[in-house]
């Protein structure tokens, strides 16, 4: 070769066999593959075992330096320069080489324990180092994906690896951990060298390997007489250098000069022994004691020894063994040989001895050859002997060794660069054959995994990588951790980056530090997988990836980051309830350890529906309770419309007070008035399966001084703003008492929601914006959430009722402390049964000095609730509804509430001042079964012109249930027996489930109609007590008069001890009023109804306790607009004698009959009666014509004739035919005349009434007919 | 015999818009996040796979341990259903696959539905877990 091209060569990382490999290689030369090929090109290099005496040790150990160490430095070359010749004399340059030098009692197996020590001080050293930036922010994926390795991927990695690697080192199963030759160094203070010298190479004492005969003891020995400058004088060394020369021959002898330098210390920079010196003496000046003489002269020796020994002893060697595998093996009669005799072994048991194999068997010799080659770049040669030696050890199913074979073929190829697949092939065959071997070849799969893992990444077979970390073998769970990142990361380099996977790896890997203890590392890798579970929808990924590092970042004591990730859990809703638990244990256990407090903002727990916020502010709007504020405002408003002064009214009366008060800018916003509350409701979610106790719920709120006021006005307004400049003075100088906020504490269990009321009342006037709620999950663990401005806009554009407040709700302007009244009803149901009368009283307050005037009142439902005069509030319940003599105001009473007709004008003297409270008898009944809620509206103004408002209004909402209890019906029918009488039937049932009633009055309500028992009360109901579910049906007779004093009452009661109450008093009659209002229909006529009033008690349960005197329950039930008409206008009654006595002297018999028809239309009517011959019953159908009814059955026929027989006959003489016309309201009488021939009884019924309403335009019936009333005339034969 | 069986199908940007343990196995407290770390690590070789074939159902894409992941990509807004299970019955899992699919088409068909969001119906998580005990 020549020398240009050896420069060439030098300039390429590796040495090459051949020019195409060597172009081959250049294209391929990239980093990573230059990584690999380098590590193996360290890994892979001869071995020289050296056998010091102490002497020679204490003498190097002057410069904190080994005798190894010491020439550890030099043993690399970078360019040697050594010529070599292949088997087949092909000459080529070795540039890179290095040498391995070790102790004879380390050329062995390591120990495992040692090892595995080792490992876990690697590891735990790695993971002190991380402690500056393990509390940091885990940096983006993006970034991380992009950079290049080093960067991320822990450097300790790379050293772990090489550990791991050597871990296995010194097997007899593979020839290139064998030494080459074998250093004797003795020291010149030494007594009887050379004796030494051969003391050193003493069986006994050299290595397993040697001794063993798994390789040939017999290496080349150099013999090295090692001087210390500094103990003794260079003449008894070169003394001894030609005693040595003398025994070992010339060649094989050197002499060392050490510690040259006598008195100062050298100091190297850089010191060569840095990167090898020993753990210990890190402080000490390493080779401190050797001048450059000795140094070069280190250099020198190592390098004569490399290049003049150990190569082309190699290279000897190599000639050897290649010329006996080519005598043995090579050939078509070797191989068939082989093939045979190896057959024949098939048979021995498949457990051979492990030295099977010695050094002078043929397999380990072409194993050697191949190794040797390898170590001499002789790739070629190397791979044909190992593909040899792979077919003969798995014939010999010696796994171990045939796994190594492949293992270096695959390294083989790899380095000859020219089939990628079959070196992966190799490796693989190799890695899964030493899984196979089981525990014994663990180590070397591992060894043979990160080669192969390092090939793959060569070739950026990245996941492929990945996938074998996954699989080397982990007995140490901290191994598999440390396997388990770096696959990872092979993930993350893969192209493109597998992010989840290398999150999922990360995690595995974070799960066995952890189990290792290795918190460090479990922290570090799981941060990195946080970069990519960060905000993963994966619930069960998230909470367990940040549960985990809060608490190991919490058990380090780092509490503060570990809350950071303990905060990310709480909102764990989709796990079980014992995980719930589990995380709040620990999440409240490392709180209270942080010693911290922490405020959250949209803490999660509980989740705040924000949805569900509702602010109650009252302007001059007051509300009674909060349910009443919840009430829609068009009800509230159509029920003021009448009492407060109209909007368009308003807004010039009240508005231009308000203007000079208030800048333009702030009449949008909403007014509170400063000390009264502001109400907010807002609902809390509690997301867990567990109750959590929240404490201090409070609403933030945010106060400013009112800094428009004065720009707004500052030209006009100077009189009227003094009050003002003082408010704004004092309010800077007290923050504290700006406003108050209430604090709540609820408890709220599993997946419960609550709504939370929060009140803030501002103290000064100015302006205040809600900015949010805050409260305690624990004492110092506070959330809160601020209203965004932009939620609560869109909630008002769905809630059509809070429109017209604008979009700063939350923002309220304080205006001056102004009186507002409190009004509460006392004794007022909450439950009651219907017709229920109660009277209450209504009681208001005014806690402000500013008394209030000109109160008015309005009620939603006035059949409910009705007010009293002011002074009933004295008198006697139920007693003063008892009927009294002096009724001398009560009409007056009644036209008072009708004429207000809805709005209630309190006297016109009515003041509330401060504690003085004011009282208003209020009437209930209970009108109508059912839920009720009652509005009540009251209206006041304010006795002071300064103020920003002139009226206010309270407005109270009640709500009741109104339980069943009679139902009461009438039936009326008229009387056949009398003019203008009727028969009213009266049901009762009582409906309730429990209490009895006891009937106590039955009213006629006016003056028109005076009602009687037809039986005596004790008669049909003589127990007097109306049982639950009992049914009552009594008769009464109703007649129509005009007078005025008159029985209207009936007493149903059983007893008569107690007194008739009067109907036509307040409030009976009040409520009788709006129950006709309420009963009135579309067309009825007030001249034939009648109204009634059934009054009752309800019995005492026993229930109640007896010493508290319960006033008797009064229940009234009042049926109005009873029609008494029927279809027909007219009433007729037949008259006259019922029996007759007759002698028959001129055969029949006359009897004089009176007929009074009576018209109770308004109408003229015209009357046509018609008498008839045939008997009652079949009468004619009259004078209708056309359609008639033929709906009656045959069987009719033979009736008739039945009663025809058996009637006598009689005839009604006279006209047969007379026409009347009635006036209205008149009534006339006909005599008739009807003649009978016979004693005997008839039936006188067989008449009609044909009526025809004349002069009337209505659509009703405008004629009919009526048929005759039985009338029975008895005639008698008078003797 | 016991068997794991973790249902899940997610939408697009991989939301998990339905998951459910359709396994006979006791539930354990740590298998919850595991299946999920299987399957969402499965993604990745999913995103890969996917584009290869036309076939809707891969069996078989990643593996951890002896839990298996299949998969059935539909055509609809990139939605996979994903199935994590230790039993080897290929035909079983593909129809019920393929039923689940058309129960999903039938979600998707409701005009309520905004496609994407979690699947709450519990009458679609009924017929589900149905489906797996008839087929798995």
Known sequence: MSSNDSNKICRTPVTELTRSSFLHHRIMADPAHFAFRKMILDEITPVVMVLPTPLVEQGCQKNGLSFVQMLTPFCVFNNIDVPVRTASDQPYRLQKFKLRMFYGSD?????????????????????????????????????????????????????????????????????????????????????????????????????????DGAMDPKIPKYF???????????????????????????????????????????????????????????????????????????????????SKDIIPNMEQRIRVLNQQVSATRKGFRNQIKNLWWRKGKEDTPEVQSVNMYTFNSIESQIRVLGDYAFML???????????????????????????????????????????????????????????????????????????????????????????????????????????????????????????????????????????CDQIKHAIRAYRNALSVFKGTTWSHIHDHVHFQIGKWYAFLGRFDVAMKHMLEILSCSHQSKTMQELYMRDFFQILQKTGKTYSISRLQLPIVNISSLSVVSEDHRTYGSLAAASVKESVWQSLEEEMVPSLSNAKT???????????????????????????????????????????????????????????????SEIQGDEDGKIATGSESSSDTSLFTSSEVDITLAGGETTVAQLSVIPRKEGLLRVTGVSWKLSDSMIGFYTFDADLIKKKISKQKRKAKQDANKLEFLVIKSLPRLEGVIHNLPETVYAGNLHRLSLELRNSSEISVKNLKMKISHPRFLNIGNPEALDVNFPSCLEKKESCAHKDADLDATKLSETVFHFPKDTIIHKETPFFLPLWFRAATPGNMSLYLTIYYEIDDKSTAMRFR????????????????SFFISPCSSRLQEYVVRMDVINRTSLRNFKLHQLSSVGNEWQISLIESIEHIFPSGNLEPGQALSCFLKLRNVKTTETEMDVWLGSGSSEAILDTKRAPLVNFHHYERLHQKTSHQENQSTVDFMLISRMEETETVPSDVPTPPQIFSHHACHCSVSTKRPIWWLLDGPRVNHCNFSNSFCETKLKMTIHNSSCFVVSVRINTFDSPPGGSPSGNKVGWHDMSTPPSDDTKKLVSLESVPPFIWSGSSTTRVKLEPNSATEISLLVTTFAPGTYDLSNYTLNWNILDSNSSREKEGVCYGRPFYLTILREE | MTSTACFMIVSRNDIPIYEAEVGTAPKKEEAAHQHQFILHAALDVVQDLAWTTSAMFLKSVDRFNDLVVSVYVTAVSHTRLMLLHDSRNDDGIKSFFQEVHELYIKILLNPLYLPGSRVTSSHFDTKVRGLARRYL
């Not at chain 1, 009640?958 to 009461?968: A, G, R």
Request: charged letters at 25%.
């Open chain 1, 107 to 211: 050329i062995r197996q390591p120990n495992i324990e040692v090892t595995k020590e080792r490992l876990e001080k690697v590891i735990a050293d790695a993971g002190k180092g991380e402690d500056s930036d393990l509390y940091l922010d885990p940096s983006p994926i993006e970034t991380m994906a992009t950079s290049s390795e080093p960067e991320f991927v822990p450097a300790w990695f790379q050293y772990f690896n090489k550990e791991l690697v050597r871990s296995v080192s010194f097997s007899d199963h593979e020839a290139f951990d064998h030494p080459v030759a074998c250093l004797l160094v003795v020291s010149s203070s030494d007594e009887d060298p050379i004796n030494k010298f051969v003391d050193l190479f003493n069986t006994n004492q050299l290595p397993p390997l040697l001794s």
């Open chain 1, 224 to 306: 090295i007489l090692v001087h210390d400058n500094q103990t003794g004088s260079l003449e008894r060394a070169t003394k001894i250098l030609a005693e040595m020369r003398n025994t070992f021959g010339s060649n094989d002898c050197r002499l060392l000069c050490i510690n040259s330098s006598q008195d100062q210390l050298i100091d190297r920079e850089p010191n060569p022994w840095d990167p090898y010196g020993s753990n210990a003496s890190s402080g000490q000046n390493l080779g401190c004691l050797l001048n450059h003489e000795d140094v070069d002269e280190l250099k020198d020796f190592v390098r004569n020894l490399s």
């Open chain 1, 377 to 515: 770049r002789d790739y070629e040669l190397a791979s044909s002997n190992y593909r040899l030696l792979s077919t003969d050890y798995k014939l010999d199913k010696a796994w171990k060794r045939y796994a190594g074979v492949q293992e270096m073929m695959g390294l083989t190829y790899f380095m000859l660069n020219q089939s990628k697949k079959d070196a992966e092939y190799c490796m693989e065959n190799a890695f899964s054959t030493y899984l196979r071997i089981g525990t014994s070849g663990k180590g070397n799969a591992t060894r043979c995994g990160l080669w192969w893992v390092e090939m793959l990444k060569t070739s950026g077979q990245y996941k492929d990588a990945a996938s074998v970390y996954f699989r080397i073998p982990g007995d140490e769970p901290l191994h598999s951790a440390v396997m388990l990142e770096q696959a990872s990361y092979c993930y993350l380099l893969a192209k493109p980056p597998m992010l989840r996977k290398y999150g999922f790896h990360l995690i595995l890997s974070g799960d066995l530090y952890k189990k």
């Open chain 1, 653 to 715: 009366t009240w508005l231009d007070l308000q203007s000079k008060l208030l800048p333009n800018k702030l009449k949008q916003s909403n007014i509170c008035v400063a000390g009264e509350a502001l109400k907010v409701e807002i609902s809390f979610r509690n997301p867990l399966q567990l109750s959590i106790p929240i404490s201090n719920v409070t609403l933030m709120c945010e106060y400013s001084a009112n800094e428009a006021l004065p720009d707004a006005n500052s030209s």
């Open chain 1, 953 to 968: 209004t309270l407005r109270t909402h009640h709500m009741l249930e109104v339980l069943p209890s009679l139902d009461v």
